[in-house]
Nanobody
Framework: QVQVVEAGGGLVQAGGSLRLSCAAS????????MGWYRQAPGSQRELVAG???????NYADSVKGRFTISRDNAKNVVYLQMNSLKPEDTAVYYC??????????????WGQGTQVTVSS
């Protein structure tokens, strides 16, 4: 069994910053990619940023230069530093982990989501 838990969401004014964290725990052999997605009301879930176990990153065009993804492989934790936040960044942010379990196969796991609200 694998659990993925996010933390760090909240309410911030436009131009402010927030840092999200996500920890994967349980019967984990290794984690390949980890990523952050978001879903605003009435919209589809979209990729915000992803990072491989080797540290390669990719970002949505809308967040490039403002958001930074990083991870601690030893702790199975991924972070999302969000700066210069805009009202359009308001969404529920979800963490995703591509996990190879101990004694089990490879699966995608999702966190429960954390709300980020940016006021204008």
């Amino acid at each position: 069994q694998v659990q993925v838990v996010e933390a760090g969401g909240g309410l911030v004014q436009a131009g402010g910053s927030l840092r999200l964290s996500c920890a994967a725990s349980g019967s984990i052999f290794s984690i390949n990619a980890m990523g952050w997605y978001r879903q605003a009301p009435g919209s589809q879930r979209e990729l915000v940023a992803g990072i491989t176990s080797g540290g390669s990153t990719n970002y949505a065009d809308s967040v490039k230069g403002r958001f930074t993804i990083s991870r601690d492989n030893a702790k199975n934790v991924v972070y999302l530093q969000m700066n210069s936040l805009k009202p359009e960044d308001t969404a529920v942010y979800y963490c995703n982990a591509d996990v190879l379990g101990r004694g089990s196969g490879r699966y995608d796991y999702w966190g429960q989501g954390t709300q980020v609200t940016v006021s204008s």
